[in-house]
């Protein structure tokens, strides 16, 4: 018998970044698989793929051995195939059971909306994660009064309510907790005894280990290994997500922690928190690169817009031996501190406006009154022409660049003030390969002038390969930290897997 | 091909020439006489100076962004205008004192609004709606609706009447004004900041703009401007009525919109708000002269003012 589902060999590029190369599954009716991966392996676009969000460019989906062709999330949905979004689907506005029965909302026969039944079905739903709910959750509650782990489980039970053949749960425990996550634990037992496929995406470990029967390993986009859980160590995965060592695009020289420790402290972080970070505590060197890893949304941002004063923050910062608290990043600017934000068209860019202001915004101040537009356009054009920038010409809007070229206007506001301290939030997030080397040597050579560079990054073969010392964030705190000969990516995948390092390959 | 693109300040400026030269085939228009031709059009734009400088200020609060508007101008040019009247009564000596006090007095109110706008995260809309409630109540309460003043003889020599070469001064003071503003948006961080903030917000804090402080001074500034309009505006017409400035305040947005701002914010000129002064006065004084009514006015001008905003945006939806 075909299996109930059978992805093979999936590509898909967005842009210059080929987000899966070669992907194949396949899940069995009854059955719980574990889709597993590093940051940015691919296994949110393969979801996407199965569910029809995204179209694939080749490859087959094959639906209990038929091909099938989904080109809508609509199409996916009535094949049987039901999602728990890790980006929440939720209207905050509507009550629970509206949200459940958004589109399928049950009728009366005077084509009224059945209320009365709505409410009981809802009420069915809520009551099988009874006792790890609020008692006070009701079906006419509003989403919007909803905490986190709450609106998750309304997703779950979202999902569910279609009776699907196959069920994607994405991240779909990283918000819950531990009482909550047996539940789900039993319930997803209960469905696969009713002959729903499961496919599990979680970072943790432990959950994979209990929860899944089998495995498939995406590493760079394409499928590097599948098997049984039971002839799997945790061990075994870590090594199959890990990537190999290729290392050709980044080429830098560690600094030794001996050549470090002669360095001046340039930033000193004691104690630090914010709504997200619980107690964060580092210190950095001139000149070096301090890379910050773990999962995604474990805190990095938030580390970064604090020490930028982008958020509000207690703990302490000392800048140069000075303390300091910015509560405005123009203070955190004035101090010679940079930020590259993580959402490029959102927080780094002005997309309406032209190249030139783009570069320019930071650095009005400087340039006198009435401002001296031919130093301005000059100064523009020297860093333009320092980042290689490919355009039409400083008036053009910044929105006509390609995406490896927009981020080069980011990094170059910031270049033009010549920063001691450079911030970057995934700077090379959906940039291309020969944007991304010349990048590498852009930091290199900035480290090597003396300016000190916090990188976070999703990508890590870039942490490890840039680096002098990484630190692995986890649920907002420092979780550990690899330098020297520990900077290994199966090292450092293990850290942001919380599966110890010393017992990783 | 390349495609044909105009902007829309430029635009706005062709279609009132375009309108002008037309209404000289009126029955009562200027024909071929030059002379008179002339002397009209130096009428159309003395008349378009007022609307111009009031529509000054919600330029510069639409540039800012954030749903920015001021609903508060029409009341501001009444209070101040009032002010004005009252204050000078007359006297040529009284005519700096009370233009001082008019700036202070628009300034306040648009720091009210800019602080409400910035600190309450009241929507721009609603702060200024209600802003000019507040000022109109105040206004009746002050003046039991009957108004003493006079205005200075100097006012009305300086706005009304020709100053030199047989332009009208008020035209002089457009045109003085109109280099302030360009230095202003295009000459100075303040201007720049002020188009970053109405691109996008994050971006403009994350790269060291205050974006509170801008906002609260770009309301302060427009209820400034508005104050120098209610100034002008009783100046030119010699007397005053507490509904004088109403009939300003839906035209001093329509003439930001045709003049090409964009209504979400980051990008316009004041030279756009001139032109777009220029066609809102040009063509309801052509409709008065053609004695058409009121709401036919009104409903041309709607007219205009919704085909003018679809071409600009067809141009824009082209380009990208």
């Given amino acids: ?505 | 091909m390349k495609r044909l693109t105009i902007s829309p300040p430029l635009a706005a400026v062709l279609l009132a020439i375009v309108l002008f030269l037309l209404s000289g085939f009126l029955p009562n228009g200027f024909g071929g006489n030059l002379d008179v031709a002339t002397a009209q059009a130096i009428n159309i734009v003395r008349l378009s100076v007022f609307l111009g400088i009031i529509a000054a200020g919600q330029t510069l609060v639409i540039i800012s962004g954030g749903e920015g508007i001021d609903l508060s101008t029409g009341a501001v040019v009444t209070l101040t205008a009032i002010l004005t009247y009252t204050i000078v009564n007359g006297r040529n000596e009284q005519v700096l004192p009370a233009l001082l006090a008019v700036l202070v007095v628009g300034g306040l109110i648009g720091l009210v609004n800019g602080a409400g706008i910035a600190f309450l995260a009241i929507s721009p809309l609603v702060m200024t709606l209600g802003m000019a409630g507040v000022v109109s109540g105040l206004i009746l309460v002050i003046t039991h609706g009957n108004v003493s003043g006079a205005v200075a003889p100097i006012m009305t020599q300086l706005i009304a009447r020709p100053v030199l070469l047989g332009i009208p001064g008020a035209i002089l003071i457009w045109a003085v004004f109109a280099a302030l503003m360009w230095l202003l948006l295009e000459r100075t961080a303040f201007g720049r900041r002020l188009f970053a903030i109405g691109a996008n917000r994050t971006t403009a804090r994350l790269s060291g703009i205050n974006v509170t402080g801008m906002v609260i001074a770009t309301y302060a500034l427009s209820g400034m401007l508005a104050g120098l309009g209610g100034f002008l505006v009783v100046g030119n017409t010699g007397v005053v009525h507490i509904r004088i400035g109403d009939p300003f305040l839906f035209p001093s947005i329509a003439a930001v919109a045709v003049g090409g701002t964009l209504l979400t914010g980051g990008k316009g000129s004041y030279f756009g708000t001139m032109a777009g002064a220029l066609v809102l006065t040009l063509i309801t004084s052509l409709l008065t002269t053609m004695q058409m009514q009121e709401s036919v006015r009104r409903m041309v001008l709607g007219a205009t003012l919704l085909t003018m905003i679809a071409i600009y945006g067809r141009q824009r939806g082209f380009r990208q």
């Avoid at chain 1, 080749?58 to 062709?69: E, T």
Wanted: hydrophobic share 40%; proline share 4%.
């Fill in chain 1, 1 to 505: 018998m075909p299996p109930l589902l059978a992805v093979r060999n999936v590509a898909k590029r967005y842009g210059a970044v080929q987000a899966l190369i070669d992907a194949s599954l396949e899940v069995d009716a009854g059955e719980t698989l574990a889709l597993i991966g590093a940051n940015g392996s691919g296994k949110s676009t393969l979801s996407k793929v199965i569910n029809g969000v995204v179209a694939p460019e080749r490859g087959q989906l094959l639906l209990g051995g038929r091909s099938v062709h989904f080109d809508s999330p609509h199409a996916a949905k009535d094949a049987g195939i039901s999602t728990v979004f890790q980006e929440l689907s939720l209207v905050p506005q509507m009550t629970v059971a509206e949200n459940i029965w958004l589109t399928r909302e049950p009728l009366r026969r005077s084509g009224m909306i059945d209320r009365r039944t709505e409410r009981r079905r809802t009420e069915d739903l809520l009551s099988l994660f009874a006792g790890t709910l609020r008692a006070d959750l009701t079906p006419d509650t509003p989403v919007a009064a909803l905490l986190p782990d709450e609106r998750q489980i309304v997703e779950i039970l979202k999902a569910i309510s279609v009776n699907p053949r196959l069920l994607i749960l994405d991240e779909a425990t990283a918000s819950l907790d531990s009482r909550q996550v047996q539940r789900l634990f039993e319930l997803i037992g209960q469905w696969k005894a009713q002959g729903t496929a499961i496919i599990f995406i979680s970072h943790r470990m432990a959950e994979i280990e209990q929860i899944a029967d089998r495995y498939s390993v995406l590493r760079n986009g394409q499928t590097v290994g599948a098997g049984s859980m039971k002839e799997a160590t945790a061990n075994d995965l870590v090594t199959l997500m890990a990537p190999e060592t290729a290392g050709g695009a980044v080429e830098r020289r560690r600094l030794s922690s001996d050549i470090l420790a002669t360095r001046r402290i340039v930033l000193q972080i004691d104690d630090l928190r914010t709504s997200v970070l619980r107690g964060v505590s580092m210190q950095v060197r001139e000149g070096e690169l301090l890379g910050i890893g773990g999962l995604k949304g474990q805190g990095q941002r938030d580390l970064l817009l604090a020490i930028f004063g982008g958020t509000p923050w207690s703990g302490r910062i000392t800048l140069d031996g000075k303390p300091v608290h910015f509560t405005h990043p123009r203070q955190a600017m004035n101090h010679g501190v940079a930020l590259v934000p993580g959402d490029r068209a959102g927080e780094g860019l002005l997309s309406i406006r032209s190249i030139l202001e783009n570069l320019l915004v930071p650095s009005w101040r400087n340039y006198g009154f009435p401002l001296q537009m031919q130093r301005a356009r000059r100064d523009a054009s020297a860093i333009a022409a320092r980042l290689d920038l490919k355009m039409a010409g400083l008036d053009a809007p910044v929105s006509s660049l390609s995406g490896g070229n927009a981020q080069k206007v980011v990094i170059g506001k910031w270049l033009l003030r010549n920063p001691r301290i450079l911030l970057l939030d995934d700077p090379t997030k959906g940039v291309d390969i020969a944007t991304k080397a010349e990048f590498y040597r852009l930091l290199t050579r900035l480290c090597e002038e003396g300016t000190t560079v916090i990188l976070y990054s999703s990508d890590d073969e870039e942490l490890i390969g840039l680096s002098d010392r990484v630190i692995v964030m986890h649920d907002g705190r420092i979780s550990s930290e690899l330098a020297g000969a520990s900077l290994t990516t199966a090292n450092l995948v293990a850290a942001s897997l919380g599966v110890a390092s010393g017992d990783a390959p």
